[in-house]
C-alpha cells in the first residue's frame, strides 16, 4: 500500500497499533492528543534528544530499519542513564524520505517496539511528516529522586574530583568490533555473533545508574562517541586530568580473538555507541557496582594535573595515542 | 567558516552563545550534559515533538531559517497551549543538509532564541547531526496545574460534549492568507504587512490554554492543519457533531480586502498554521475569555448528529463546502 493512500492519520493508527504494549495506552493523555501527558512527581524532569539520519548515522543496505530504530532508543535511554535518571517515556519523530516504505516503517515500529519492552519505557507520542531524506528524531524523559536533603540524585559530567576512580561497566569496543566484523564481511563466524549483536542491539545502562546515584555518586557519562572522547567531555567540564591504565580497560575476548589485542584496544578507546556507562568516584564505591550481570572495571583515576585532558598509560609506563579518538557529528572520526 | 572547521561542539557552544538568555542556563542541568534536568512538581507533565523539514514545510528561498526556527517554536508551544499546560523548556534537533551554513544556522539560533523569549520558553538542550536534507525536530515539555481534588487540568480533543458552543481565538486565515501574497508576489502591499507577519511569526495562544483550564474548560485543539480539519479530530475522538455558523467565523479584515471575503473565508476553514485555539464548553465560560488583547469568538456548536462530522452551514441555510479541508502531512493538502 502506498504511504498517500493510508495518509497521515491512517499511519500514525497503524504505527500505535504496531507498538502494542510499549504505546503508552494509560497515562493521562495517551498518544493521538495534541501533546501526552503524565503524572509528573517532585524532583528532578530529565530530559534528552537525538536525532538518527540515513548516510550519516546508517546506509540502507547495512542497517534495518529494525536496527535503527532499536539503536534511537537505546541512545536516548542510554542519555538518562547517563543521568542516573529512570527512563519513562519517549517521543518519537518520522521524517520519511521520498524511498521510505511501508515495510521499512512497520519494522521501524517493531523496532521501536522491541527496544522499549527491552529498556523498560514506552513511547507516549510522536509525528510524522516527509521530507527530502529519511530521519528520525527520539525524546527521552525521565525522573530522578530526591535525597534525604531534597536535591535531586543526578550524575553530571563536571562532578569528577581528583582522588577519584574511574570505571566503565561492561566491555568497551564490542560494538564498533562487529561493526569492523560487518563492513569485513566476517559477521557470520561463530565468535562474532556477540559483538555484532552489541552493535545491532546495543543495552543501554539505566539500573547502573540508577544505583551509581543512589549509592551517591556524581559523575557519569555514557560511551556513545568513544571512551575517550566521552571521557575529555568529563575532564573538560569537570576541570581536572584523567589517566587510564591500558591495561585495565576490558577487552571482549571474541573482539580480542578476531581483531587481535592491539585493534580490539583501539575499539575499545575509540569505537562508540557502545552505551555503556563511565563513572568516577570513591574506588570502592564504584567496587560496589560489580556484578555478575554487569560487570563495572575499574580503570583509571582523576588527577589534579593536565586538566582536559585524558592520558592513557601502557604497563610500560608509555603514553598510548590511539588511531581514532572517537567520532564528532560534523567532521566523522575525530583526528589525534 | 566551514562547519567542519568548528566541528561539532564547536557548533554547539557557538549556538547556546547566541540564545543568550533564551537558553536555560539556571535549571538543575543545564545545556551541555548528557541530558537536561529542571525541577518537576506534582501535577501533569505535559510533552510534544515536532519535526520541520526542508522541502515539505519550508523550501530554501521562501522562508528563511529565522523564520523556520520561529514556527517550529510556535507550533510546539501551541501544542501544550492546546493542553492547558505551562510550557517551559525545548529541546533541539538540529539535521544538517550538505548545504547548510554557518550563516543559516546562525538564523535559526536567533529565530530559536527571540521566538523563546516571545513565548516565555527557553532551550534546555538539543543535538546536532549531518543528514542528508536539512531538518529540525524540537521537543517541547510543560507542566499542567492540579485542581482541587488533585486531577490534573487538561484540554482534550475528547473532552467535547454535545450542548457545548464552540470558540476560537484570533482570526483564522491570516497565515494562510498571508502565504497567498506571498507566493502572488503581493506581500508588499500595505494591508498585507499583518497577514504577511502571522504567516512568518506566528503566535501561539498558552495563556489563553491557561485560563481556558482554570475555567474548567476540557476541550481545546489548536489551528495547525486548519480548523475544520482540526475540529473534525475533536469530533471523531469526542464522537460528536460539529456545526459551525460560517457567517461567525472571524475573518482578518486585510485578507478579506486583499482577496475578497470568499477566498479569505476558504482559509479561516482550511488554512493551517495559525496557532490559534478551538475550544468547546458551555457559552458563558468561553465567552468569559473574551478579552480586548486576544478576542475569542463563538463559531457553533457541538450536537449529538452525524458524530465525528463538521458541517458549516452558510445564512442561507447552506451546508458549505471549501474547496480545501486542511493539510495531511503524507498526502499534502486533503481533498473534499
Redesign the interface.
Known amino acids: 500500500m502506498a504511504?498517500?493512500e493510508?495518509?497521515?492519520?491512517g499511519?500514525i493508527d497503524r504505527i500505535v497499533a504496531r507498538l502494542g504494549d510499549a504505546a503508552a495506552r494509560d497515562i493521562?493523555?495517551p498518544p493521538?492528543?495534541?501533546?501526552?501527558?503524565?503524572?509528573?512527581?517532585?524532583?528532578?524532569?530529565?530530559?534528552?534528544?537525538?536525532?538518527?539520519?540515513?548516510?550519516?548515522?546508517w546506509r540502507a543496505g547495512t542497517m534495518t530499519l529494525y536496527d535503527v530504530a532499536w539503536r534511537a532508543v537505546a541512545s536516548n535511554v542510554?542519555?538518562?542513564a547517563?543521568?542516573g535518571?529512570r527512563p519513562a517515556?519517549l517521543?518519537?519523530?518520522?521524517?520519511?524520505?521520498p524511498r521510505a516504505t511501508l515495510a521499512e516503517i512497520d519494522a521501524f515500529a517493531d523496532g521501536l517496539a522491541d527496544a522499549c519492552r527491552r529498556h523498560g519505557v514506552r513511547i507516549?507520542?510522536?509525528?510524522?511528516?516527509?521530507?527530502?531524506?529519511t530521519?528520525f528524531?527520539i525524546?527521552?524523559?525521565?525522573?530522578?529522586p530526591l535525597d534525604a536533603a531534597g536535591a535531586?540524585r543526578?550524575l553530571?559530567?563536571?562532578g569528577a574530583r581528583p582522588g577519584d576512580a574511574v570505571a566503565i561497566s561492561g566491555m568497551p569496543g564490542a560494538s564498533g568490533a562487529g561493526l569492523l566484523l560487518i563492513a569485513d564481511g566476517r559477521a557470520k563466524a561463530p565468535a562474532a555473533a556477540a559483538l555484532v549483536e552489541a552493535h545491532r542491539r546495543p543495552l543501554a545502562r539505566p539500573e547502573l545508574g540508577l544505583r551509581a546515584a543512589a549509592a551517591g555518586l556524581r559523575c557519569?557519562?555514557?560511551v556513545s562517541d568513544g571512551l575517550l572522547q566521552d571521557l575529555g567531555h568529563v575532564a573538560r567540564?569537570s576541570r581536572v586530568g584523567i589517566e587510564l591504565a591500558g591495561a585495565q580497560v576490558p577487552l571482549h575476548p571474541a573482539a580480542v580473538e578476531l581483531l587481535g589485542r592491539d585493534a580490539a584496544f583501539d575499539q575499545a578507546l575509540g569505537g562508540g555507541e557502545d552505551y555503556e556507562l563511565v563513572l568516577t568516584g570513591p574506588r570502592d564505591a564504584l567496587r560496589a557496582l560489580d556484578t555478575p550481570e554487569l560487570p563495572v572495571t575499574l580503570i583509571g583515576r582523576v588527577v589534579a594535573e593536565h586538566p582536559g585532558e585524558v592520558i592513557v598509560w601502557t604497563d610500560d609506563g608509555e603514553e598510548y595515542h590511539p588511531p581514532s579518538a572517537g567520532w564528532?557529528?560534523?567532521?566523522g572520526p575525530a583526528p589525534r
Not at 507516549?124 to 531524506?133: I, P, Q
Not at 564528532?328 to 567532521?331: E, K
Open positions: 504511504l498517500e493510508l495518509g497521515e492519520f499511519l493521562l493523555v493521538g492528543d495534541d501533546a501526552a501527558a503524565w503524572a509528573s512527581e517532585p524532583g528532578a524532569a530529565v530530559a534528552t534528544i537525538d536525532a538518527l539520519a540515513e548516510g550519516t548515522h542510554s542519555d538518562l547517563a543521568m535518571a517515556h517521543l518519537v519523530a518520522t521524517l520519511l524520505g507516549a507520542g510522536g509525528d510524522v511528516v516527509r521530507a527530502a531524506s530521519a528524531t525524546a527521552a524523559f525521565g525522573q530522578a535531586p543526578l553530571r559530567r563536571d557519569a557519562i555514557d567540564r564528532d557529528q560534523l567532521r
